[in-house]
C-alpha cells in the first residue's frame, strides 16, 4: 500500500489517496503499473461535513500518463453545498466549479521521491454561487517523500494566487489572492490495503485577499464586507458573500488525519478528519474513488 502512496506522489504527485498536495479534491492517482502509457479516467464522490457546512464534490477526471515522470489531468467537479451562516440561516447551492489542468512531473530515488504538480482552473462556475473567483487561478505544488519500511515521512510545499481544496476539508469557500501553503506528516502500512496518515499543515497568504463563501451567497442576497468584522473565530465566510481584506481574512493552520483503504486496484474508500486551529473548526471528510483507467487500457488491447 505504501508503495502504492509513492507511486501516487511520483507517478502523479497530487493523488489526492495521501492529500500531498492541495489539488483538487478529486484530481486521480496514477494507476498502479508504473509502466503504464496512456489515458487514465477516474472518477469520485467526496464529501465534508462540519458545523457551517455539508460540500460534496463529484469529480471525473481524465488524463494520459506520457512516460514514468510525466503526466496530465483534466477534470470538472460539480458541488452540492449546503450551510448555516453566522446568523442561522440555513442555505443551499448547488453547481458546476471551476474546470482544472494539471501537469504532473515525477522522480523515484532510493533517497527520496520527488513529485511536482501545476494545476490550474478555469472560471466555469458561478460566481453568484461562490463557486469561483471568475479569475483564472493556480496552484504549484512540490512534494518530498521517502520510504523506512512500512513508514513514509513526506512534505508538501506549495504558492499559487488561490487556496485549493485538500481530501481532508472541502472548504465551503473559495479564496483570490497570494497564498503559500505548508504540509508535513507520516503515512503508516497497517497492511490488507489499509494506510493511517497524520499531518500537520499552514496556509499562509500574504497582501490583498479576497473570500468568496458558497454558504452566503449573492444569488441568496448575501451581503459583501471587508475585514473580519464580527466573524466568530475569523469565519468570514459564514457572514459575508464576499469579504475583501488582508492575509488575516483566509490564514488557516491546525492537523489532518486520514485512513485510506484500497481494496482493489478499481477502487479506493478515505475518511478524513481535520482541525482547523485558527477557524477552531472540526471537519470530517469521506472520499470513494473508482479507478475506471483499467477498463480503458482492457478495451485497447482487444
Avoid at 197 to 206: E, L, N
Wanted: charged share 15%.
Amino acid at each position: 500500500m505504501i508503495r502504492k502512496l509513492v507511486c501516487a506522489l511520483v507517478a502523479a504527485c497530487v493523488c489526492t489517496t495521501l492529500g500531498f498536495a492541495q489539488s483538487p479534491a478529486g484530481s486521480a492517482p496514477a494507476p498502479k503499473d508504473e509502466a503504464y502509457r496512456g489515458m487514465t479516467l477516474n472518477t469520485s464522490f467526496d464529501g465534508s461535513f462540519n458545523s457551517g457546512s455539508k460540500v460534496f464534490d463529484w469529480t471525473t477526471t481524465t488524463g494520459y500518463v506520457f512516460n514514468q515522470h510525466f503526466s496530465v489531468n483534466a477534470g470538472i467537479p460539480f458541488l452540492f453545498v449546503r450551510g448555516t451562516t453566522s446568523t442561522g440561516t440555513h442555505t443551499s447551492s448547488n453547481g458546476v466549479g471551476d474546470a482544472f489542468g494539471q501537469f504532473l512531473l515525477a522522480f523515484k530515488n532510493p533517497a527520496v521521491n520527488y513529485g511536482s504538480a501545476f494545476t490550474f482552473s478555469l472560471p466555469t462556475g458561478d460566481s453568484a454561487k461562490g463557486l469561483t473567483t471568475g479569475r483564472v487561478t493556480f496552484d504549484w505544488s512540490n512534494a518530498l517523500a521517502r520510504e523506512f519500511g512500512r513508514w513514509t515521512p513526506y512534505v508538501n510545499l506549495g504558492v499559487g494566487n488561490s487556496l485549493m481544496d485538500t481530501k481532508y476539508w472541502h472548504r465551503p469557500f473559495v479564496t483570490l489572492g497570494d497564498v503559500a501553503h505548508f504540509e508535513a506528516g507520516t503515512a503508516f502500512e497497517l497492511g490488507r490495503g489499509v494506510t493511517l496518515t497524520g499531518s500537520a499543515y499552514d496556509v499562509a497568504p500574504w497582501g490583498p485577499q479576497k473570500v468568496y463563501s458558497q454558504t452566503v451567497t449573492r444569488s441568496g442576497g448575501g451581503p459583501t464586507g471587508s475585514g473580519l468584522g464580527s466573524s466568530k473565530h475569523g469565519r468570514v465566510f459564514q457572514n459575508n458573500a464576499v469579504t475583501t481584506g488582508d492575509s488575516s481574512i483566509d490564514r488557516d493552520n491546525g492537523f489532518n488525519g486520514d485512513l485510506d483503504f484500497n481494496p482493489t486496484k478499481f477502487v479506493d474508500f478515505d475518511l478524513a478528519y481535520s482541525h482547523s486551529v485558527h477557524y477552531q473548526l472540526d471537519t470530517v471528510s469521506f472520499g470513494i474513488n473508482f479507478n475506471l483507467t483499467p477498463l480503458l487500457s482492457r478495451r485497447q488491447s482487444h
